[in-house]
C-alpha cells in the first residue's frame, strides 16, 4: 500500500460523455502526476501539479484537464470522451516536484462504450 | 512518445531460475528506475539508479547501467511465483515527469 487512492476503481462511460477521476496523495506529498496507460503499454504522462498549479504537461489535449486542492488531492477530467480514452489512469504523488520516487495509487479502469 | 524500451516484451521462466530483463532508452538521464504492475493495477518503485552508478542492489535485484550504451538491466534472482508481473523502467522527464517503457511481462511458473 503506497497511500494513493483513486476513485473510482472502475468507470463506464459513453461516448462524448465528460468524467471525473479522483486521487488523493500520501500525506505530505505536494506534487501529483497522472498518467494513461493503454493496454499492453506503459504509462504515458498527462500533466503534473505542484502546489495546486499545472507545471508539466504531455501531449494530450486540452479536453483533458485536472485540479489539485489545497490537501493535495487531485482530479483528472475528461471531457468529449473518445473511444481511445479507454484505459487504466494512474495518479503518482510525490515528496516534492522532481522528487525521484513516485507513490502510485491503483488506478482508475475506464471504459468508453 | 516513450523514451525506454524494454527486453523481451515477455520471459517465461521457472520458479528459482534467474529473470533478467533490459532497457535501453533515448537521451542522457539523471537516474533511471524499475517499476513492477501485478495484472494492471498500480506501480510499486522497485529501485533508483543514478547516472554516476553502475551497478546497484536490493534484496534480490541487481540493477546495472551503462550510460555510454544508453542501457540498463534489472535482474531477479532465485525467482518466485510472487514475481510474476510486468516490469517498467523509466527515466525522468524534463517536467518533472517519468517516461516509461512498454515493459516487459514475466510469468514465473510454480
Known amino acids: 500500500e503506497t497511500g494513493v487512492t483513486q476513485s473510482p476503481t472502475h468507470l463506464i462511460k459513453t461516448r462524448g460523455q465528460q468524467v471525473t477521476l479522483r486521487c488523493s496523495s500520501q500525506?505530505?506529498?505536494?506534487?501529483v502526476s497522472w498518467y494513461q496507460q493503454a493496454l499492453g503499454q506503459g504509462p504515458q504522462f498527462i500533466f503534473q501539479?505542484?502546489?495546486?498549479?499545472?507545471?508539466g504537461r504531455g501531449n494530450f489535449p486540452p479536453r483533458f484537464s485536472g485540479l489539485q486542492f489545497p490537501n493535495y488531492s487531485s482530479e483528472l477530467n475528461v471531457n468529449a470522451l473518445e473511444l481511445d480514452d479507454s484505459a487504466l489512469y494512474l495518479c503518482?504523488?510525490?515528496?516534492?516536484?522532481?522528487?525521484?520516487?513516485?507513490?502510485f495509487g491503483q488506478g482508475t479502469r475506464l471504459t468508453v462504450v | 512518445s516513450q523514451q525506454g524500451e524494454e527486453d523481451p516484451q515477455a520471459l517465461s521462466i521457472q520458479e528459482g531460475e534467474n529473470a533478467t530483463m533490459n532497457c535501453s532508452y533515448k537521451?542522457?538521464?539523471?537516474?533511471l528506475q524499475w517499476y513492477r504492475q501485478n495484472s494492471g493495477r498500480g506501480l510499486v518503485h522497485l529501485i533508483l539508479?543514478?547516472?554516476?552508478?553502475r551497478e546497484k542492489h536490493s534484496g534480490r535485484l541487481r540493477v546495472t547501467l551503462d550510460t555510454s550504451k544508453k542501457s540498463s538491466s534489472l535482474l531477479i534472482t532465485a525467482s518466485r511465483a510472487a514475481d510474476t508481473a510486468s516490469y517498467f523502467c523509466?527515466?525522468?522527464?524534463?517536467?518533472?515527469?517519468?517516461?516509461f517503457g512498454k515493459g516487459t511481462k514475466l510469468s514465473v511458473k510454480p
Open positions: 503518482a504523488s510525490s515528496l516534492e516536484w522532481g522528487s525521484t520516487e513516485a507513490f
Open positions: 500525506s505530505g506529498h505536494n506534487t
Open positions: 501539479y505542484y502546489r495546486e498549479e499545472e507545471n
Open positions: 537521451t542522457s538521464i539523471n537516474n
Open positions: 539508479i543514478r547516472s554516476n552508478e
Open positions: 523509466a527515466t525522468d522527464g524534463s517536467q518533472g515527469n517519468l517516461i
